[in-house]
């Protein structure tokens, strides 16, 4: 298939970016509890339990290397093993997992530093050995530990649970209240919709509709990672995604997006008929321009975007079916693609008064080159 590229690659440095950020974040607050422990008892390192006379002969090397081992661990564990169990459970269960795996990954690594340590002291007999190792783990600094090991762990498990909701793109921004007075941002905006939505919806009715509308959208995670698009909001059958306009690369991932979209439920034809016995059609509409971008609400706040751009996108979807075409944009979007469309073709269509408009809108056709 022409329009699925490497998608491989995209899931690789998804998930190298997720390790990346597991090391950083495991290094960098390991270290700030262990300082404070520092502040607070400055004599524990030379005269405390063993497991911190460890820390005192070599604090960097141990510390980097519980940090990162305790990383990679619950990376692996999940991010890479139970990745798939995880996205299919509700928030809260994930969140518990995930706790538990950092907590048991850190448990395992104590008890290894614990008995390589004794057994350098070349203990007989085992149950001695076994008391050592109980000594080494059970005391105030090693539950101090314990209890660092689960904050930071929930400390990650909401960022990523906020992030998860949120976006990365958005994430930072909230954080520092970027958005709290409005802003102007120059952005690409894509409206995906479901073709004959209400025509599906009473022959599968509500419960089997929802489900297969949650397998048509299941597919959008990768493409997400994979071109780079900001998911901005679900609305019943109907998805908005959003890049900005400074980069003239977003103009191709817009259109990239939709067409491998389109192209991996092509795919998975066969599993739509078997689960739901219809096979989904999606159109769509794009356009650019400057918006005005501000955080809105108190109790539940969201990012908000505002202006004609998404309007003039959402009027021109709905002239998809009278046009007999899946994807429409505006001039201001395909006077920038155009000539960087070397997989696409670009076909004026006409010019409409859209409803709620008074000047006309010219709208123009892409379709690929190569058919899919």
Aim: aromatic residues 16%; proline residues 2%; charged residues 20%.
């Amino acid at each position: 298939m022409f329009f699925q590229r490497k998608n491989l690659i995209a899931i690789i440095e998804w998930r190298l970016y997720m390790l990346i950020t597991n090391f950083v974040v495991w290094n960098l607050l390991l270290r700030l509890f262990i300082i404070l422990n520092y502040i607070i008892n400055p004599d524990l390192y030379s005269e405390g339990p063993r497991i911190f006379q460890l820390l005192a002969k070599n604090p960097f090397l141990i510390i980097t290397g519980f940090s990162s081992i305790v990383a990679v661990g619950t990376w692996l564990i999940e991010d890479i093993f139970f990745y798939k169990h995880f996205t299919h459970r509700n928030i809260g269960l994930t969140f518990l997992l995930r706790l538990l795996i950092g907590l048991a990954s850190t448990l395992i690594i104590m008890i290894i530093v614990g008995i390589y340590h004794y057994q350098a002291n070349k203990i007989v007999y085992f149950m001695e050995y076994w008391e050592k190792v109980k000594a080494f783990l059970i005391n105030r600094t090693a539950l101090y530990l314990i209890l660092v090991i689960i904050l930071i762990s929930i400390f990650l498990n909401f960022t990523k649970a906020i992030i998860q909701k949120v976006g990365y793109e958005n994430f930072f921004k909230i954080i520092v209240g970027y958005y709290r007075k409005p802003k102007e941002e120059e952005r690409i905006f894509i409206f995906i919709d479901l073709i004959s939505s209400t025509k599906y919806a009473e022959r599968l009715g509500h419960i089997k509709y929802s489900k297969f509308i949650q397998e048509c959208f299941r597919y959008l995670g990768i493409l997400e990672i994979k071109y780079k698009a900001m998911q901005y909001q679900f609305v019943g059958d109907e998805v908005v995604l959003s890049w900005t306009a400074k980069k003239k690369r977003n103009y191709l991932n817009a259109v990239g997006f939709f067409f491998e979209f389109i192209s991996i439920l092509e795919d998975k034809s066969e599993t739509f008929i078997k689960n739901f016995g219809v096979l989904p059609e999606f159109s769509a509409s794009i356009n650019s321009g400057k918006i005005m971008v501000s955080e809105v609400g108190t109790i539940k706040s969201e990012i908000a975007f505002h202006g004609d751009v998404l309007n003039t996108a959402a009027r021109i979807q709905k002239q998809c079916k009278s046009l007999n075409r899946r994807l429409l944009v505006t001039k201001t979007f395909a006077q920038i693609f155009a000539p960087i469309a070397e997989y696409y073709k670009v076909e004026w269509l006409c010019n409409k008064i859209l409803l709620g408009k008074k000047l006309e809108t010219e709208i123009f056709a892409i379709d690929p080159k190569i058919e899919f």
